[in-house]
């Protein structure tokens, strides 16, 4: 069973920069894809973006490419998504999510969740 933490959130004025990070156990494999999604009030849920753990190719929701960046660091069992120029628009609770996929690009669907960290970006 994997379970996925996430930390990192808080309040920042527009133009800020915050670091998620999400810290798993159990992976059983190299094959998973880690991926941040977030949900604002009101809206659907939406990937932010995905990383592979066995490779480290990522994808960006376009709204975010040039100011978000997600990383790994296997040996700690770490993702991370580096926010800068954050916008109020990027206000939401944001998840981290895992699964395992063989597949060559991020998954549709994952199966394991964190609880979520808010990020709050107003003046």
Do not use: H
């Not at 094959?31 to 604002?40: D, E, N």
């Not at 690009?105 to 199966?111: A, I, V």
């Amino acid at each position: 069973q994997v379970q996925l933490v996430e930390s990192g959130g808080g309040l920042v004025q527009p133009g800020g920069s915050l670091r998620l990070s999400c810290t798993a156990s159990g992976f059983t494999s190299d094959y998973y894809y880690i991926a941040w999604f977030r949900q604002a009030p009101g809206k659907e849920r939406e990937r932010v973006s995905c990383i592979s753990r066995r490779d480290g190719s990522t994808d960006y929701l376009d709204s975010v490419k040039g100011r978000f960046t997600i990383s790994r660091d296997n040996a700690k069992n770490t993702v991370y998504l580096q926010m800068n120029i954050l916008k109020p628009d990027d206000t939401a609770v944001y998840y981290c999510a895992a699964q395992l996929w063989l597949g060559k690009s991020c998954p549709n669907s994952y199966k394991n969740w964190g609880q979520g960290t808010q990020v709050t970006v107003s003046s």
